[in-house]
């Protein structure tokens, strides 16, 4: 039985490596020069450059699989220095609170929003309807402050979107089902989590980690592992017989099982013949567009320390909506003596930013890194890498496309991408886990 994996992103390369481990024969055929999808790194005169995700959430089950690859011994955990997470408010960033120890001594949130926060467990409102906005929902539970200075600014940081936008039984599953089941958010973590403890289930402890030489380190040991033909475009795929013949822009292919991890956009181009009704539901899935920044600053020119980053919520009317700064977190990101600040301009609700040309772009980070952190010297470096579609949103729409996906199946027919299941990297590892333990030789 041989296997056609369709894109070469860490789902089509986690699936391949997963496969041939369990004595599947598979190929992945991906359209770019170079696998990576999503993850790519560039190295410059020593300094590394993330153009796509900058860190991941790891557990135990992903750490195994890195282990599994060989290159455990490449690994770079965030510096724990500072886990603080910078919100901007009245123009300056303030830390939100991290936990129940600072809850109360940290003046970022109003008493009002603190005695919400308290008595979520017991309060009652009428349930979330099946397409509720994760904003409404929140809201609803909580109040309008928590929602514009907590909730904007993290969705805006994970999906680049807008939470007005999103649905929440789609975005964040846990919180809607948590509510749905005992009535409360909070009430729902912790009982999920007594569950998991009483079923003797590990404990999924997160860390944030890299590598040395930046997160094309995992591309290239999964890529090394498993068949990848480069520059190979998948135009169509055509049922025959038993089988999947695929159309490339270089040849046809036959495949008895058929694995697809593109993006929403390019799927939709090839599934046209075979599913066009899921293929334009595909391509009325909205990826915003979203420029990456990084600015090299002296670092004998910042007069403040900084931490993990600071995200911007709508309400503060800023160019970007946040910066990580990158070498805060992993120091080899730029010499002994720089700070390298990766910003983010677009998404959602500021795409209209990403129509400015390079300079502009440059020059506006340049400011408000300038007005937010006192960044008053120049840059040494800026490079922008631009994302035309970044990150699918998990809109109400999505709940029928993943409906339609089940109805519609094809046996031997699979579909794993971000767009399916969760956009982080570790979701699109288990998700492919998940998969390959479904599949039978
Ligand atoms: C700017 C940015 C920042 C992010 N930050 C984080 C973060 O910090 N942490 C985190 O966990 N996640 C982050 N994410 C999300 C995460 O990186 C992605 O969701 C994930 O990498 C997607 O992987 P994938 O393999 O499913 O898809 P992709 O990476 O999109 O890979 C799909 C592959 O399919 C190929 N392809 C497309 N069409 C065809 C075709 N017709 N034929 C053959 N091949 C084709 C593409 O070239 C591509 O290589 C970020 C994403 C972006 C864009």
Known sequence: MRIGIIGG?????????????????????????????????????NRIYENGPNSLLLTESHLDLINRLGITNELLEAEGVNKDR????????????????????????????KFKIMTEFWRKNKPSSEIESLYDFINRRF????????????????????AKKLAVKAAFPALYEAEKEYGSIIKGMIKSSKKNKEKGAPTQRKKAFSFKKGLSTFIDGLSSKVEVKLNTKVVDIKKEGDQFKIITDKDTLLFDKVIVTSSAHTTA??????????????????????????????????ERPIGFGGLNPLLEKTFTSGSIWS????????????????????????????????????????????????????????????????IPQYSAEILKLWDDLETNAIPNLYFNANWKGGISVPNCIDNSIKLVDSLDK
């Open 9 to 45: 992103g860490i789902s089509g390369l986690t699936t391949a490596f997963l496969l041939k481990e369990k004595g599947f024969d598979c190929v992945v055929l991906e359209a770019a020069q170079t696998s990576g999808g999503c993850i790519q790194t560039d190295t410059i005169e």
């Open 86 to 113: 910078f919100i901007l408010r009245n123009g300056k960033y303030r830390i939100l609170p991290s936990g129940p120890q600072n809850f109360f001594s940290n003046s970022f949130f109003s008493w009002s929003s």
């Open 143 to 162: 109040n309008d402050e928590i929602c514009d200075y907590a909730l904007d600014p993290f969705v805006s940081g994970i999906y680049a979107g807008d």
């Open 269 to 302: 181009q090839f599934i046209k013949n075979l599913l066009p009704s899921i293929s334009k539901q595909l391509n009325n899935l909205y990826a915003p567009p979203m420029c990456i920044v990084h600015s090299v600053y002296k670092k004998d020119d910042i």
């Open 327 to 390: 070498s805060c977190i992993f120091p080899n990101r730029a010499g002994a003596d720089e700070v390298l600040v990766t910003s983010f301009v677009g998404g959602v609700q500021r795409a209209k930013n990403t129509l400015l040309s390079e300079d502009e772009i440059k020059s506006n980070v340049k400011l408000e890194l300038a007005k937010t952190l006192d960044f008053n010297e120049e840059p040494v470096f800026q490079k922008i890498y631009k994302w035309e579609k970044a």
